[in-house]
C-alpha cells in the first residue's frame, strides 16, 4: 500500500455506542438477488424515491418501532450473529489509544468522499459495516437469552443464506445491552471506506441523522467470522527473479508442489509462475505474512513488480500468473490476533490484506436516515 494514496479514518471516541433505529427490511426473495441491486442503482438521489415505491407494492417493510436487532446469518455450516444498531459518530478521540472503533487498513480519501456522496444522496445506510469484537460475560449471556426466545423473522434469501432476526424494542431490555457495549473495543471488519464515509457525513451536518451509522458488532469469541487470505499475483516478475530475492534474504526455499492454499502452515509462502512451485520457510517475525510480503520481499526484488494482483482465490492467483507471465504468492490467512494486534499498534496492512467472511447479504437491515 502507497502510504501517499491512504490514510487512516479520524478515531472515534468512546463509549462505543449502538442506540435503536426503525429497519428497513427487503422482501426475502429479494435479498441475495442481484437484480435487486437496481434499487441502488444511478441515479442516487432517486434511491429513496424506488424505496417508497418498493415499500408500496411490499417488495420492503419497515418497522414500525425503533429496535436493537440481533441478527443470525448462516452461510453454509457457519454461522455468525451480531448486534445491529446506529453507531454513534460525533464524539472524536485525539488518540489511536483513545479510539474505539479500529481501522486495520487505509482509506482512499476520494473513495471514501464517493460513498458519502452517494449516501447522501440516497439518504439511506444499504447495509451495515462489520465490527468485530470480544464480549464481555455479561453482555455474551444477554444475548443468549435473547436467541433462545422465538426470532421475529426468519427465512432463507434468494441466495441461499439463512436468516434470523429478533428486535428489542423495549427501553428496559436494550438498557442493559447498550450499557454491557459502553466498554467495547470493535475491530472494523468490513466497511472500511463506508466508516470514513460515515465520519465525512457526520462532519458535514453535525445534529442530523449523519451523527449515527449503521453498524453491526459480532462477538468473536461467540460466532468468529473466518478470515480468508487474499493472495498476490506480481505482473512483470519471473519465478527466478521471486526464488533469488528469498536467497537474498537467507529463507530456505523447498521445490515441490502445493495442492491447495490450506497446505500452507502460519510460516510459509507458497511461490508459483502456474508451471514451477516452490515453497518459502518464513522464520518466526512480527505481524502478518502480508506485511512481510510488502515490507521485505517486494524490495528485495531485482526489478517489478509493474503491478501487484489480489486474488482471494488461490486457484484464479494462480491462472492470472500463468497467464501475465508473471508470479504468484500464496499466502496464509493472518489470525485475528494479527489483525487486531496491528490495529492496536496503530499499522495499517497493505491493502486487501484480509477477508472476513461471510458478509451478510445485502437488503436484511437497512436504514433510511429520513427517519433519524
Not at 472503533?101 to 476520494?110: D, F, K, N, T
Not at 458488532?217 to 473466518?226: A, I, K, S
Amino acid at each position: 500500500m502507497d502510504a501517499s494514496d491512504v490514510v487512516s479514518p479520524p478515531y472515534l471516541a468512546g463509549p462505543l455506542s449502538l442506540h435503536p433505529f426503525r429497519a428497513r427490511l427487503l422482501q426475502p426473495s429479494r435479498i441475495g438477488d442481484p437484480a435487486s441491486g437496481r434499487l441502488f442503482a444511478r441515479p442516487f438521489r432517486s434511491v429513496a424515491t424506488r424505496l417508497q415505491q418498493w415499500e408500496e407494492r411490499g417488495r420492503i417493510s419497515t418497522d414500525p418501532h425503533a429496535a436493537l436487532y440481533v441478527h443470525e446469518y448462516t452461510t453454509g455450516d457457519r454461522t455468525v450473529r451480531g448486534i445491529v444498531g446506529t453507531l454513534e459518530l460525533a464524539r472524536r478521540a485525539t488518540s489511536r489509544a483513545d479510539s474505539v472503533v479500529l481501522p486495520h487498513e487505509g482509506i482512499h480519501p476520494a473513495q471514501a468522499d464517493e460513498l458519502a456522496d452517494r449516501m447522501e444522496e440516497m439518504q439511506l445506510n444499504p447495509a451495515p459495516i462489520l465490527l468485530v469484537h470480544r464480549a464481555s460475560g455479561t453482555l455474551r449471556e444477554h444475548v443468549a437469552r435473547l436467541v433462545g426466545s422465538p426470532p421475529a423473522r426468519q427465512f432463507e434469501d434468494a441466495g441461499g443464506q439463512r436468516h434470523r432476526l429478533w428486535a428489542i424494542r423495549d427501553a428496559d431490555e436494550a438498557a442493559p445491552i447498550i450499557e454491557a457495549l459502553s466498554g467495547a473495543r470493535a475491530l472494523i471488519a468490513d466497511g472500511h471506506h463506508r466508516y470514513a464515509a460515515y465520519l465525512r457525513m457526520q462532519a458535514r451536518r453535525p445534529g442530523t441523522a449523519a451523527d449515527a451509522g449503521l453498524a453491526m458488532l459480532v462477538d468473536h469469541g461467540d460466532t468468529p467470522l473466518q478470515l480468508r487470505a487474499i493472495h498476490r499475483t506480481l505482473a512483470g516478475v519471473r519465478l527466478d527473479d521471486a526464488l533469488a530475492a528469498f536467497s537474498t534474504l537467507g529463507i530456505v526455499i523447498e521445490f515441490r508442489p502445493v495442492t491447495t492454499a490450506a497446505d500452507l502452515d502460519p510460516a510459509t509462502v507458497a511461490v508459483t509462475d502456474g508451471r514451477r512451485w516452490a515453497i518459502a520457510h518464513i522464520p518466526a517475525r512480527p505481524g502478518t505474512m502480508v506485511e512481510f510480503v510488502h515490507e521485505v520481499l517486494l524490495p528485495a526484488l531485482p526489478r517489478g513488480p509493474r503491478a501487484v494482483g489480489h486474488h482471494p482465490d488461490s486457484e484464479e492467483a494462480v491462472a492470472a500468473a500463468r497467464r501475465r507471465h508473471g508470479t504468484a504468492l500464496l499466502l496464509p490467512p493472518p489470525t485475528f490476533e494479527q489483525v487486531l494486534d496491528a490495529a492496536q499498534a496503530g499499522r495499517l496492512l497493505p491493502e486487501k490484506a484480509t477477508s472476513f467472511q461471510p458478509k451478510p447479504h445485502v437488503g436484511v437491515i437497512m436504514r433510511s436516515m429520513r427517519d433519524g
